[in-house]
């Protein structure tokens, strides 16, 4: 006699499927300390710090003037140069 097959639980579906990480933002913390955050953001998302979502999560969680400074350094750059200008 053949046992009979229930499906997964909606639980163990729920688990398995990717979960949505927010993105941090600068707060009243310093550019490098903000970079450190997005790094480990990165990471748990699984994607390279030039990624361009990662990108644009990191120049929407800075404070005003320093995104207005990135923009006009140029998104185009690896993130770690945004950094390194705001910074220096």
């Not at 639980?9 to 990480?21: A, F, H, P, Q, V």
């Amino acid at each position: 006699m053949e046992r009979p097959t229930t499906p997964p639980s909606t639980s163990r579906l729920e688990s398995d499927e990717k979960e949505e990480i927010p993105a941090p933002t600068q707060g009243d913390g310093t550019v490098s300390e903000y970079f450190e955050l997005i790094k480990m953001f990165a990471i748990a998302r699984n994607e390279d710090l030039d990624d361009v979502d990662i990108k644009v999560a990191f120049i929407l969680g800075l404070k005003l003037d320093y995104a207005k400074r990135a923009k006009e350094f140029g998104f185009k750059k690896p993130l770690k140069e945004i950094v390194e200008h705001l910074v220096g």
